[in-house]
T-cell receptor, first 112, second 113 residues
Framework: DGGITQSPKYLFRKEGQNVTLSCEQNLNHDAMYWYRQDPGQGLRLIYYSQIVNDFQKGDIAEGYSVSREKKESFPLTVTSAQKNPTAFYLC???????????FGEGSRLTVL | AQSVSQHNHHVILSEAASLELGCNYSYGGTVNLFWYVQYPGQHLQLLLKYFSGDPLVKGIKGFEAEFIKSKFSFNLRKPSVQWSDTAEYFCAVISYNTDKLIFGTGTRLQVFP
């Protein structure tokens, strides 16, 4: 079945540690996105990528980094510089015309 | 900067009541518009989308939305809600120039039997 797989589903980390969230899609979509979802704030765009080896900052990129070495993979690293990392993170991918967009199940990160 | 506003943060209705959720966006260029729904404990899923053509768009589960370009609005409507429509609804906009898909803050809808 085609879809987006995010892992891990739940993650705990100590302050000062970097953590990488995985996002893999087998939909052959060119575009991939990372969002952060917080109660009352909707989904805020962290980074997005329209093509392999290229990505752009979204509205809240500070403290995060990404890579897009393969079409199917778009991992997100939450660095120790992110001041408020505890959140629910959603990965998405879409066709070039954005007509079809799929979301992963999300990863919930808790910083202790 | 591109932004999306959903003015209704929390809406409470009885079954069979009519629904209208507001969505306004700030970008003036060519845009694609979307409404997504997130049922409790589930993924985001697409309700409907507008790319071009007829500004009145019909989606799944009896929802529709009207694109009014002069008002930069894309309001979601349903004539008669059901308890199963209880969910969070997100409006989203993507501009042709930036390729950034921006979401509104969401509207939580609670429908009581």
């Amino acid at each position: 079945d085609g879809g987006i797989t995010q892992s891990p589903k739940y993650l705990f980390r100590k302050e000062g540690q970097n953590v990488t969230l995985s996002c893999e899609q087998n939909l052959n979509h060119d575009a991939m996105y990372w969002y952060r979802q917080d109660p009352g704030q909707g989904l805020r765009l962290i980074y997005y990528s329209q093509i392999v080896n290229d990505f752009q900052k979204g509205d809240i990129a500070e403290g995060y980094s990404v890579s897009r070495e393969k079409k199917e993979s778009f991992p997100l690293t939450v660095t120790s510089a992110q001041k408020n990392p505890t959140a629910f993170y959603l990965c998405a991918s879409s066709t070039q015309d954005r007509g079809s967009m799929f979301f992963g199940e999300g990863s919930r990160l808790t910083v202790l | 900067a591109q932004s999306v506003s959903q003015h209704n943060h929390h809406v409470i209705l009885s079954e069979a009541a009519s629904l209208e959720l507001g969505c306004n966006y700030s970008y003036g260029g060519t845009v694609n518009l979307f409404w997504y729904v997130q049922y409790p404990g589930q993924h985001l899923q697409l309700l409907l989308k507008y790319f071009s053509g007829d500004p009145l768009v019909k989606g799944i589960k009896g929802f529709e939305a009207e694109f009014i370009k002069s008002k930069f609005s894309f309001n979601l409507r349903k004539p008669s809600v059901q308890w199963s429509d209880t969910a969070e609804y997100f409006c989203a906009v993507i501009s042709y120039n930036t390729d950034k898909l921006i979401f509104g803050t969401g509207t939580r809808l609670q429908v009581f039997p």
